[in-house]
């Protein structure tokens, strides 16, 4: 696992040019909107961190990867362990960019309200994690970004069905709103925090399965 | 060591079924044309594919049951697979290093020293020589039992491939207990480095032991008369042109002795490939 850890930062480390171009975009995004930025940066992250799989499969590389001393399994595991560390880098690094800009301009560090939207943005980026990667691995990098769009449209599709279903329920979108709001926010959370949980059981053991399955 | 009893795959109008074995010790050649189901055999043993029948066991146990520890002890080198170009010596070290517990960087280093490999330009920005040092190199440097290299000459000059062979005899003289299994399309270098040679096409068409091959193994030429009056018993396969024709024996001092007016040659791997499997 090391071993292949240090492969894949050992790969997006290659990418310099790329690191410094979304480097100065930061900086811009930090001063210009800090609200967007932690999104922006942890996105990038994780997009750096699912293309070392693109690197894998070039040339042929997974039937030579794939005979290293690991299971198929910790492969899969490690492409998720490796994403998470470089989302938490760039999250990071979105905060740290954001407070100097505010230190520069004489505001106050870091608000509250600005501290808990960042912090929403890092499951919510890591919930999108966990949908590319079984996408990635299963089709490979050209053919994911078809079957990604695929998956978006029916996501749109599905929310268009769920309001269409409120209306035949005879529930409007105020009533919807205000039963959510009802709900106590520890609730919400804990609710939240086990589907998070549950996704990411399901994805990881799908990745493995994905992995296990593949010949080469 | 490696043992591969009735494997058969399928791909589509292709169908490959073989037995090998490579044993302690030994260094065993794999041959056959472009499609003979070289590869095949080699993903199988590796767990790249899962054969349709038949079953492959590397060190007594079945592939799908290797445990990391298991895998340690096999170095591979792939014809068309490798560490990703884009990383650097130094990258392929550091892996390496990460990977294996009996990792040798010392000799690792010193061989791209000696070499005068960078350590810091990516593998892409190599030469093929270079690629396929780094590749025999990193199967070799971790102290595997088992080698499976699959064409690890391909592309070289002379030079590049006689010290790749040095690599190799080097790797086995160093512990009896190895075993080298290779492929490889240049005929002169298995017959100077492997014990016995498996030859197969879609089967096994041949396993010979290499010095049987070189000692008994002869092409015998002769014009249609001369064939006709030919004691057939020990012929393997005849090919008949518009010059002559040409025998495969196995056994080249019968001829030698009871017919001295045909031509006789020392057989070699690529008339065995040329005449056996046609």
Redesign the interface.
């Known amino acids: 696992m090391r071993g292949l850890l240090f492969k894949d930062f050992r790969l997006i480390m290659g990418r310099r040019q790329a690191f410094l171009f979304y480097i100065a975009i930061s900086c811009i995004l930090g001063f210009s909107m800090p609200d967007f930025l932690p999104a922006f940066l942890t996105m990038i992250a994780i997009t750096l961190a699912t293309s070392t799989i693109s690197y894998d499969e070039f040339d042929n590389g997974y039937s030579f990867l794939m005979t290293l001393p690991m299971t198929r399994a910790m492969f899969a595991v490690e492409k998720y362990l490796f994403a998470l560390i470089c989302s938490v880098i760039g999250w990071g690094i979105s905060l740290v960019i954001v407070m100097i800009g505010n230190v520069l301009r004489s505001l106050p560090i870091l608000t509250v309200e600005a501290l808990s939207a960042a912090t929403v943005v890092l499951p919510v980026m890591l919930l999108f994690l966990l949908i590319i990667l079984p996408v990635h691995l299963k089709f490979g990098a050209e053919r994911s970004r078809t079957v990604l769009l695929c998956l978006y449209g029916v996501t749109v599709l599905l929310i268009l069905f769920g309001k269409k279903l409120l209306t035949v329920l005879g529930i409007s979108g105020e009533q919807a709103v205000s039963f959510a709001a009802s709900i106590p926010v520890p609730a919400v959370i804990m609710g939240l925090a086990l589907l998070f949980c549950l996704a990411a059981v399901v994805s990881v053991f799908a990745s493995i399965r994905i992995m296990e399955k593949k010949t080469f | 060591m490696i043992q591969i009893e009735n494997v058969e795959k399928r791909y589509g109008d292709f169908t490959l079924t073989v037995s090998l074995e490579v044993k302690e010790g030994q260094i065993t050649g794999l041959i056959g044309k472009n499609g003979a189901g070289k590869s095949t055999t080699i993903?199988a043993i590796?767990?790249?594919?899962?054969p349709d029948a038949g079953t492959v066991t590397v060190f007594g146990k079945k592939v799908s049951e290797l445990q990391?520890?298991d895998?340690?002890a096999?170095g591979?080198t792939?014809a068309?697979?490798?560490?990703?170009?884009?990383?650097?010596v130094s990258?392929v070290i550091?892996?390496?290093?990460?990977?294996?517990a009996s990792f040798d960087e010392t000799f690792f280093r010193s061989f791209c020293e000696k070499n005068k490999m960078p350590l810091n330009k990516?593998l892409k920005e190599f030469s093929t020589g270079m690629k396929v040092k780094i590749k025999v190199l990193s199967a070799i440097s971790h102290q595997a039992k088992c080698l499976?290299l699959d064409e690890p000459t391909t592309g070289l000059d002379v030079a590049a491939r006689n010290e790749i062979l040095d690599m190799l005899r080097n790797y086995m003289e160093q512990d009896p207990g190895r075993c080298i299994l290779i492929t490889s399309h240049i005929s002169s270098d298995l017959e100077n480095l492997c014990d016995d040679v498996y030859m197969i096409d879609g089967k096994v068409l041949l396993h010979e032991d290499m010095d049987v091959i070189i000692s008994q193994y002869g092409i015998l030429k002769m014009d249609e008369r001369q064939y006709q009056q030919l004691d057939k018993a020990y012929i393997l396969s005849t090919e008949k042109g518009r010059y002559g024709v040409r025998c495969l024996t196995n056994q080249r001092q019968f001829y030698v002795e009871n017919y001295p007016g045909i031509v006789i040659e020392n057989g070699n791997i690529d008339e065995l490939i040329l005449s056996i499997g046609k």
Request: aromatic share 10%.
């Open positions: 993903k590796l767990g790249l594919i899962q990391t520890a895998r340690e096999i591979v792939m068309d697979s490798g560490f990703s170009n884009y990383l650097t990258d550091g892996i390496q290093k990460r990977m294996y990516p499976i």
